[in-house]
């Protein structure tokens, strides 16, 4: 998720300096209210109710959702108010994240539990792994932007292509979409530490990483489910 706060100086940024270490633990904290939530929701949201939503009016709240989000979230003039950004982001990929658990257990029942655990842990692996190498390389995550981008964009394109055919998208996709979320978490994480250290900028540097951890999480479930099939 290529965003503003990255571009951000001194004059675009809100909130008074805090240090480095503070920095990094509103960073870890957001992200972890964040996956606190999703967890409640897998918990405690009826799937009926989601089922019951008609698909184009849940992709049309999802989307506006998201959006509203992350329009809040980057252009609040508060901290308190991008955190409510972020969580309007949260949420809705908290149920996407109850769905395609559901798929799993629909598909796997025998192993759902265990597709889903090992999903969680390689996710938190790598994630640990990639912002240890963006923190260490910062140059080189930045040097291969352009090139998540574009990986992003053709990612995007190949799978409306193939919602449009009514075909399913190739199954190498899910690697080339691992790869680059992989690259995201590397390249955000090396960003965050080029923005001035403001409560605000913290929110919204989680927020940007939250979206990748969360795509890349539902992509290792997917490939480790297929691979049961």
């Known amino acids: 998720m290529n965003t503003s706060v990255y571009q951000r100086g001194w004059a675009d940024s809100i909130g008074r300096q805090i240090s480095a270490s503070q920095f990094h633990l509103t960073i870890g904290g957001v992200l972890l209210w964040g996956f606190a939530v999703n967890f409640l929701i897998v918990r405690h949201v009826p799937l009926q109710t989601l089922l019951s939503i008609p698909p184009l009016g849940f992709f049309l709240v999802y989307f506006a959702l998201c959006l509203s989000g992350m329009w809040l979230v980057h252009a609040a003039r508060s901290a308190v108010a991008a955190f409510l950004g972020y969580n309007l982001i949260v949420v809705p990929l908290g149920c996407c994240v109850l769905?395609?658990?559901?798929?799993?257990?629909?598909?796997?029942?025998?192993h759902a539990a265990e597709i889903v655990s090992q999903a969680v842990f390689y996710t938190g692996s790598v994630t640990a792994c990639m912002m240890v190498l963006g923190a260490a390389f910062p140059g080189f995550f930045r040097g291969i932007a352009r090139m998540l981008f574009f990986?992003?964009?053709g990612v995007i394109a190949v799978v409306c292509i193939a919602m449009l055919l009514g075909r399913p998208a190739p199954a190498f996709l899910d690697w080339i979409i691992l790869l680059t979320f992989c690259g995201y978490i590397?390249?955000?994480?090396?960003?965050?530490?080029?923005?001035?250290?403001?409560?605000?900028?913290?929110?919204s540097v989680a927020a940007s990483i939250y979206?990748?951890?969360?795509?890349?999480?539902?992509?290792?479930?997917?490939?480790?489910?297929?691979?049961?099939?």
């Open 211 to 229: 979206i990748d951890v969360i795509n890349l999480f539902l992509t290792i479930l997917r490939i480790l489910s297929n691979r049961r099939d």
């Open 151 to 153: 990986s992003l964009i």
């Open 99 to 110: 769905l395609a658990i559901a798929q799993v257990e629909a598909v796997n029942p025998e």
């Open 186 to 203: 590397g390249l955000d994480w090396g960003r965050a530490d080029r923005v001035p250290r403001t409560t605000h900028n913290a929110i």
